[in-house]
């Protein structure tokens, strides 16, 4: 018997609520953030790990990224870590860096927030006033969303770097984003901490460094952070020992905690062996000397290149572990 009208119209209705219902569950599993609050950290989470994804990579291809960024929080935290860096990107999508801080403090893992914005501008100069606003609002909002999870926010990637690419402006110039930034996170968020990468990776740098902090720039940061690339390099004019000695002749000058919010190896420079022998060496100084330390980074299944050079993960495209991570897992369990 063919059905009435009224029954057909009823099942359309019901096939339409349903699919209302399972796209809501989507879009707050998805987008809207997690109810788990972190309480408020008293010293910096010591051992973490960067989370990078590509927009050209499986996992942005899935039909679930929400289900892969959980599996990934949950080997991150089964591997020891106790925080994951995420880059929240200046007028790009910051959707995927929020549904990583989110996972990450479901499972207990305190979120850094690196706010970055080099891909934005030209490299030879700093924000017009117009893009300093738009910054100061992605700035605001960012921090207000992730006001219960995220405690720490990096400014920028190296400001002081050489390389162009990452170089932000002069030291004056870079010193007024970073008050910006600093007025801004604060009154979002009191309790947050604001880091600052500011090292000598080269004579450059470290003039740049200089004048930053002679202009009074560490009365907008709380962490002092510095990235030991240089020190892990055999012709580079500072080695480890040293690179750290000089860096906590500065924290000590300016009363300012340290932390290696970034330092990695790639494979493609060596080996794999290479990698887990190079990682020893910087997570025994970093511990003896107390300093917190960021591995870059977790996954080449997420990106597999950066800057020419791959292998830079603890994970291979396959999914299984490299030497270096069994070296760090080892390390952390101590």
């Not at 960024?69 to 020891?80: L, T």
């Not at 925080?83 to 893992?109: R, S």
Request: proline share 6%.
């Amino acid at each position: 018997m063919k059905p009435s009208s009224s029954t057909t119209v009823a099942r359309y209705v019901v096939i339409a609520i349903v699919l209302l219902i399972a796209a809501a569950a989507y879009y707050w599993g998805a987008y809207l953030p997690s109810m788990r609050k972190l309480p408020i950290p008293t010293d910096p989470p010591a051992f973490g790990v960067t989370y990078l994804y590509s927009f050209g990579s499986a996992f942005m291809d899935t039909t679930s990224p929400t289900r892969v960024v959980k599996q990934d929080i949950e080997k991150i935290k089964s591997a020891g870590f106790t925080c994951v860096k995420v880059n929240f990107p200046f007028a790009h999508t910051t959707t995927y860096a929020n549904m990583i801080a989110d996972a990450a403090a479901e499972k207990g893992l305190y979120p850094i927030g690196q706010l970055i914005g080099h891909e934005e501008k030209p490299t030879n100069r700093a924000f017009t006033e117009d893009e300093l606003r738009n910054w100061e609002q992605f700035v605001r909002a960012e921090v207000r969303r992730n006001k219960d999870r995220i405690y720490f926010w990096e400014i920028w990637n190296e400001p002081a770097m050489t390389q162009l690419r990452f170089r932000y402006g002069t030291p004056s110039e870079y010193l007024d984003l970073l008050r910006r930034s600093y007025a801004i996170i604060k009154e979002e968020n009191p309790s947050a901490r604001v880091i600052v990468t500011a090292d000598y990776t080269d004579t450059e740098a470290e003039a740049f460094t200089n004048e930053f902090l002679n202009l009074g720039g560490t009365a907008y940061f709380d962490y002092l952070s510095f990235h030991p690339y240089n020190a892990i390099d055999p012709d580079a004019r500072l080695n480890l020992e040293e690179t750290i000695a000089q860096e906590k002749a500065l924290s000590e000058k300016y009363a300012k905690p340290l932390w290696i919010t970034e330092i990695g190896y790639p494979d493609s420079d060596s080996d794999k062996t290479r990698q887990a022998e190079i990682a020893a060496q910087l997570f025994t100084a970093a511990s003896q000397s107390r300093i917190p330390i960021v591995w870059f980074h977790w996954s080449d299944a997420r990106v597999s290149s950066v800057d020419g050079k791959t292998g830079w993960g603890l994970i291979r495209e396959d999914g299984t572990h490299k030497p270096v991570y069994d070296e760090i897992k080892a390390y952390i369990g101590q």
